[in-house]
T-cell receptor
């Protein structure tokens, strides 16, 4: 199994530009989560999906953030327009009831820098 | 209200010594799960160990064990015979409820440094 795959690994963009982060969950996992990690706020859950349907987006910081899951094997997190305070590491994770304690498997993360 | 508390921002331990990383949690749900994740400097999040609230025995995974004290609401991670490769950030996390639909929340982490 290739694990959870995120792309790109690093992204540097200018303020005001649109940024799209991508995630491919583990095949068969029916839950997908997007987290953001910063020094100040730690790991924050932004949104999660079950069977491609958004379940809880209460962690999405602003309307500039949006996430989609058009099918079971792909999800995107979009920031438009981006701001310097969006600089962080964004993790995607997936899980299934068959996992140990329903624990997550994380992707390698996307380090976003907005200048 | 903070539900996962890790009071040790950083720790230094001599190689081959055992180390305990503290974690306390707060929940009113009788069914919950506790996790520990390791984040090395490369950035990935690595699952280490899981403890369910109804598990009678403390969880163990190789050199990792979870000291689960339910009445005290603590779930400390014990690493035996520490190695240089154990240097990393360690996160305690909790899921309330016993469904995969429940989200996991993370503590602020402890940075562990192993001295040779």
């Amino acid at each position: 199994d290739a694990g959870v795959i995120q792309s790109p690994r690093h992204e540097v963009t200018e303020m005001g530009q649109e940024v799209t982060l991508r995630c491919k969950p583990i095949s068969g996992h029916d839950y997908l989560f997007w987290y953001r990690q910063t020094m100040m706020r730690g790991l924050e859950l932004l949104i999660y999906f079950n069977n491609n349907v958004p379940i809880d987006d209460s962690g999405m910081p602003e309307d500039r953030f949006s996430a989609k899951m058009p099918n079971a094997s792909f999800s995107t997190l979009k920031i438009q327009p981006s701001e310097p305070r969006d600089s962080a590491v964004y993790f995607c994770a997936s899980s299934s009831p068959g996992g140990r304690g329903y624990g997550y498997t994380f992707g390698s993360g996307t380090r976003l820098t907005v200048v | 209200a903070q539900k996962i508390t890790q009071t040790q921002p950083g720790m230094f331990v001599q190689e081959k010594e055992a180390v305990t990383l503290d974690c306390t949690y707060d929940t009113s749900d009788p069914s919950y799960g506790l996790f520990w994740y390791k984040q090395p400097s490369s950035g990935e999040m690595i699952f280490l160990i899981y403890q369910g609230s109804y598990d009678q025995q403390n969880a163990t995974e190789g050199r990792y064990s979870l000291n689960f004290q339910k009445a005290r609401k603590s779930a400390n991670l014990v690493i035996s015979a520490s190695q240089l490769g154990d240097s990393a950030m360690y996160f305690c996390a909790m899921r309330e409820g016993d469904s995969s639909a429940s989200k996991i929340i993370f503590g602020s982490g402890t940075r562990l440094s192993i001295r040779p």
